[in-house]
C-alpha cells in the first residue's frame, strides 16, 4: 500500500528520535480535557447536535433506517453505555462497513471523535464509525478495562470492572441491528488504551473484527488465542512522551513498538524480514507473505507525539505534553486503504 499523506500541514518541526520521560498522570489527563477546548466547549465541533434515542432496545433491522449522528445509549451486561455513531450522508440502507473508533486512558467518545477527524473520511468513503466509552472513571473521562493490563498510572480496574471485549464484541452485533452492516468490513482502531483495546480485540475477536488499526497503542497481547491471520496496521510517532516507541514505559508498555509489530507478523504466520520504505517524515515497515492473505504493517512517524498521525490541529497547550503533530501521514486514509485492501 502506498503511504499516504496528510491533506494539510500543522507547521511541527520534527524532532530526533528520543526517549521522553513520562509525564505525571494528571499532565496528561489535563491534556485530554482541552482536547474538547479547541472547539471553543464543545467535544464535537464537526457534526450536527445529536438527538439522544429514548431506547436502548435495537430495531430488528437497521437497513434502509439512514441517519445522521446520535448518541445511542446502550445497556450492556447491565451497565449503561454511551455510543456516539456518525452515518454518512450517503448511507441509504444498503450493507456499508463499520469501523469502532476507541478513545484514549481518561478520554470520552466525543473528544476521540474530534481528535481522530474520522467522521470526514466516513463521510467520503462511505463507511459507518461508532465512537463508543469506556466505563471505568478517569479523571474527566473514562479508561477502558484491557484484560490483564493495568490502567494508565499502574492501578488495576476496580472489581466488577465491566468486560470492555464482550461490550465491543455485542456491540457490532447491536449497530447491526440499527444500521445496514456489512458484518465482514468490521474494524476497529483507536488511541493510547484504545489502541491497547484495539490490539487485545484483534486477539480476543478475531471473527468479529476483520482488520484492527491501533494509534500509540499498539501490544501484542501475552494471550492471544486467535487463530486467524489478522491483518494489522499501527501508527506511532518517535517522540511519543506517553507511550514511548522504544517501550520501557508504564507497566503495560514494557517492549517497543517494532517488537509488537514483529509478535503481530510471527502470530500472523508472515515472512521474518519486513519491507521497509521511507518518506518525508515517516517510515513504513510491512512484514508481507502472511497466511490467509493479511498483512502487519507500521508506520513509524519521525518526530510525532501521542498524537493522531495528519489529525485536526491541536492547541499548544495539549502538545506540550503529548507531544508535537506531523502531517507526514493521514492515518485515516491510510487505515481506511489497509482495511479496503484486507
Known amino acids: 500500500m502506498t503511504p499516504i499523506r496528510a491533506r494539510r500541514s500543522v507547521g511541527c518541526r520534527p ?9 505525571p498522570r494528571r499532565a496528561v489527563l489535563a491534556a485530554v480535557a482541552l482536547v474538547a477546548a479547541c472547539s471553543g466547549g464543545s467535544g464535537h465541533p464537526t457534526v450536527a447536535p445529536r438527538p439522544a434515542t429514548t431506547s436502548s432496545s435495537p430495531a430488528a433491522s437497521g437497513c434502509g433506517h439512514p441517519a445522521r449522528s446520535s448518541t445511542v445509549p446502550i445497556t450492556d451486561g447491565g451497565h449503561p453505555r454511551e455510543v456516539v455513531v456518525h452515518v454518512p450522508g450517503s448511507y441509504r440502507g444498503a450493507p456499508v462497513a463499520l469501523v469502532l473508533d476507541l478513545h484514549g486512558s481518561g478520554s470520552t467518545a466525543g473528544e ?38 493495568p490502567l494508565f ?51 480476543d475477536a478475531p471473527a468479529t473484527f476483520a482488520a484492527v488499526a491501533p494509534v500509540a497503542g499498539l501490544r501484542y497481547p501475552d494471550a492471544c488465542p486467535a487463530t486467524r491471520a489478522v ?46 520504505t521511507s518518506g518525508a517524515g515517516y517510515t513504513l515497515t510491512r512484514y508481507q507473505d502472511c497466511r490467509d492473505g493479511a498483512s502487519v504493517e507500521l508506520y513509524t512517524v519521525i518526530g510525532e507525539g501521542h498524537t493522531w498521525p495528519g489529525g485536526p490541529l491541536l492547541r499548544k497547550s495539549i502538545t506540550r505534553v503529548l507531544g508535537p503533530q506531523s502531517a507526514a501521514v493521514d492515518a485515516d486514509a491510510a487505515m481506511w486503504g489497509f482495511f479496503t485492501s484486507s
Open 231 to 276: 491483518p494489522v496496521v499501527a501508527f506511532h510517532g518517535t517522540a511519543d512522551p506517553i507511550d514511548p516507541y522504544d517501550g520501557n514505559g508504564q507497566a503495560y508498555w514494557t517492549y517497543s513498538v517494532p517488537t509488537a509489530a514483529a509478535r503481530w507478523a510471527a502470530h500472523d504466520g508472515c515472512a521474518t524480514t519486513p519491507v521497509t
Open 15 to 23: 524532532v530526533g528520535r528520543r526517549r521522553p520521560s513520562p509525564r
Open 112 to 149: 476521540q471523535e474530534l481528535l481522530s477527524g474520522m467522521d470526514a473520511t466516513a463521510d467520503r468513503d462511505g463507511f459507518i464509525v461508532a465512537y463508543p466509552q469506556g466505563l471505568i472513571a478517569s479523571g474527566t473521562g473514562f479508561d477502558w478495562n484491557v484484560p490483564g493490563q
Open 153 to 203: 498510572g499502574g492501578a488495576s480496574p476496580p472489581p466488577g470492572a465491566a468486560d470492555d471485549v464482550r461490550f465491543l464484541s455485542d456491540l457490532v452485533g447491536d449497530l447491526a441491528a440499527r444500521y445496514c452492516i456489512d458484518r465482514s468490513r468490521v474494524y476497529a482502531t483507536g488511541i493510547s488504551g484504545g489502541g491497547r483495546m484495539a490490539s487485545q480485540l484483534a486477539c
